[in-house]
């Protein structure tokens, strides 16, 4: 039956195009931005979370 | 380079988007989790015979109740990517960590591949059904993992919110099944006198459906992966995580009421995809077709939920030097841990491909069981050196340390129910696990800087 | 001030081979029990093969019902006697479970007396060389 052959086909050729599409994204990504920048992300993040006060501070 | 590359010096630090509500944890938990309902919870059948099944699904519900009140807590305190390696990191270690950090990306990865050989296998079951047999099921399975590592590495808003409706269609075909088999009336669909059989093999058999019990929940604590990009992440997680237990516990009652009810034990116990089995005796088109449909969105959904939290537990190692920093990077654009992500693409196909379905599920399951373990101590640690009231705590959960003796309890049991079958691949996974620990402490510990793993604003812990 | 420890840069090389390193082991520890399951698998095969008689629902132990479902299943008799009669075999090695016991709890205890070791290291660095 045709209809199988071409979803085989099309199954390999659209995970291609979206894997080829990350690689070459992660590349252009490397060339235009400065590593340590990438990697700046702290733990826990800065601003909103509930961790970031604790009961005791000033007291102890 | 005519133009000048983008620098810290330049710009603010880069984080990843908190975009998340309590929703999207939900179907993080229980869309990684509910695909256990479709298959695999059944082999628990095969292992001790119907009633152990039920035994299993309970007694392992308590277990990951255990797990769900005491993840709430110390998460609604340590909200970071990584989860619960974060949290062995300031509470237990940095050895401890590590393990951890692999037990999470081992368990999704692998879960991911089971997943993905699910999809590939039901299209081509399904191309049987419309006369096409022997369908090739890589494209398939290649299809399902780079589809959903490209909606991930897009960005984690649109990946969750996919998995937020799949997961909800899927659970909502396993309610409209338990309809449709009349449960109130025995004998017209359901046939639980006639097919329930006493223990096959006594109560040993119990013991050691505990294992694959662990199908019915596995991977529900993943959600305080999402810890970086949730919205108030000290209530939403507690509340996701909760409300997909709820979920979890009424989804797999009803699994096996229906299934047990219609099918012999010796074939459910090894079946691949029970459910669709149980759709086409009821033999319904509508629901055969419904019940495929489902099968898959659970696959899909749960393979989605795993290639997230693997890539963020692989991310956290990376940031922190635990394995190559190179894996710490966060996309400008879509702020997601990119690297990581695509570097899982490779590996989650090719265990796919290895042929050897159970041992990648035996392998998972371990991983998941060894962090349940860690859990317990963890605990105990975490309220003796930041008492009550040192620190600000998100949740509370109460009667400590019951649920964590519990915990560890109900873990021994699973370990001795692993022993009874699979006693080999037991030795050779925790051989893994030991040999990566020595490299851990004699290669990769050296790249690690010291303070820098302490990272909350806490109080220096008592006793130390 | 300078007590902190710090540590060396990791070249790209280095990165590649411990990624490759994790992998390999991950790999081996996957196809290990292979090998103690193609023995198993041999016994029995060897065992089904001797044990072929003529079977019927009745000889399987199945009552009509059960029966009438194996038959929607698409199964007759001889194809599900496979099925019925492959049982798991928990008779328990004392040897074994022992040694099993031992590796997994030594393991935990390996793990908690390293890593308390090095978490002492952070806390110190984190807490008294500011």
Same mark, same amino acid.
């Given at each position: ?60 | ?11 603010? !630090? ?160 396993? *309610? ?6 009349? !449960? ?15 223990? !096959? ?128 990077? *966060? ?64 949740? *509370?959960?109460?009667?400590?340390? #019951? !649920? ?33 620990? #020595? ?26 | ?130």
């Amino acid at each position: 039956m045709k209809f199988w052959d071409i979803l085989v086909y099309a199954a390999w050729s659209i995970s291609a195009v979206m894997l080829v599409w990350m690689v070459v994204d992660a590349f252009m990504i490397s060339s235009q931005y400065d590593e340590e920048y990438l990697m700046s992300s702290r733990e826990g993040g800065e601003d909103d979370v509930v961790h970031g006060v604790h009961l005791e501070e000033g007291n102890s | 380079m005519a133009k000048d590359k983008i620098t810290t010096s330049n710009s603010k !630090p880069i984080a990843m988007l908190k975009v998340l509500n309590p929703f999207h944890i939900w179907a993080l938990g229980v869309g990684i989790v509910l695909v256990g309902e479709f298959m695999g919870w059944n082999f628990t059948v095969g292992k001790g015979g119907a009633y152990a099944s039920l035994i299993a699904c309970w007694v392992i519900g308590l277990l990951y109740t255990c797990v769900a009140m005491i993840d709430s807590e110390v998460t609604s305190t340590v909200a970071a990517a990584g989860g619960q390696y974060t949290q062995a990191k300031h509470i237990v270690g940095p050895l401890m960590a590590f393990n951890v950090g692999l037990y999470l990306v081992m368990a999704y990865t692998m879960l991911c591949a089971a997943d993905a050989l699910v999809v590939g296998d039901l299209m081509k079951s399904g191309a049987e059904v419309m006369g096409y047999a022997n369908l090739d099921t890589k494209p398939f399975v290649v299809l399902t993992v780079a589809f959903l590592a490209w909606l991930n590495y897009r960005g984690v808003f649109a990946t969750l919110t996919l998995n937020l409706v799949i997961t909800f269609l899927a659970f909502a075909s396993l *309610i409209v099944l338990f309809l449709s088999v009349d !449960p109130l009336h025995q004998g017209v669909v359901l046939q639980h006198q006639a097919l329930l059989t006493d223990l !096959p093999y006594g109560w040993i058999g119990v013991v050691a459906a505990l294992q694959f019990g662990m199908w019915y929940y596995l991977g529900i604590e993943g959600t305080c992966q999402a810890a970086e990009e949730v919205r108030s992440a000290g209530r939403s997680i507690p509340l996701g995580t909760m409300g997909g237990m709820m979920t979890l516990l009424v989804a797999a009652t009803i699994t096996w009421f229906v299934a047990t009810g219609l099918m012999p034990w010796q074939y459910l116990g090894q079946a691949v995809t029970p459910m669709y089995d149980a759709a086409t005796l009821l033999g319904s088109s509508q629901l055969q077709l419904m019940l495929f449909v489902a099968t898959a969105f659970a696959a899909i959904a749960s393979a989605n939920g795993c290639i997230n939290d693997a890539s963020r537990a692989w991310f956290s190692l990376g940031r922190d030097r635990y394995m190559p920093v190179f894996f710490g990077a *966060i996309h400008p654009k879509y702020r997601t841990p990119y690297r990581s992500v695509l570097f899982l693409v490779p590996i989650a196909i090719s265990f796919a491909f290895t042929g050897l379905l159970d041992q990648v599920i035996t392998f998972s399951i371990l991983s998941g069981l060894l962090g349940y373990t860690f859990m317990t101590f963890n605990m105990i640690k975490f309220r003796k050196m930041w008492p009550l009231g040192s620190i600000h705590r998100g949740y *509370i959960h109460p009667f400590h340390p #019951i !649920p964590a003796i519990t915990l560890l309890t109900l873990c021994c049991a699973t370990y001795f129910a692993t022993f009874l079958g699979y006693g080999a691949s037991l030795l050779s996974i925790m051989a893994f696990y030991i040999l990566a620990s #020595i490299w851990f402490v004699l290669r990769r510990y050296k790249f690690v800087k010291r303070a820098d793993q302490f990272t909350m604003p806490w109080p220096r812990p008592k006793g130390y | 001030m300078n007590k902190n420890y710090t540590p060396p840069k990791q070249g790209m090389f280095g990165q590649i081979f411990d990624t490759i390193l994790v992998l390999v082991l991950v790999y081996a520890s996957l196809m290990v029990p292979l090998l103690f399951k193609a023995e198993a698998k041999a016994e029995a095969a060897a065992a089904s093969a001797s044990a072929h008689v003529q079977v019927s629902w009745q000889s399987l132990g199945q009552n009509e019902i059960q029966q009438q479902q194996w038959v929607k299943l698409g199964y007759d008799p001889e194809k599900a006697a496979t099925l019925i009669n492959s049982r798991f075999d928990y008779t328990i090695d004392p040897l074994m479970l022992i040694i099993t016991i031992l590796v997994v709890a030594g393991y935990f205890i390996f793990m908690l007396k390293v890593s308390d070791k090095q978490y002492r290291e952070v806390i110190k660095e984190k807490f008294d060389n500011k």
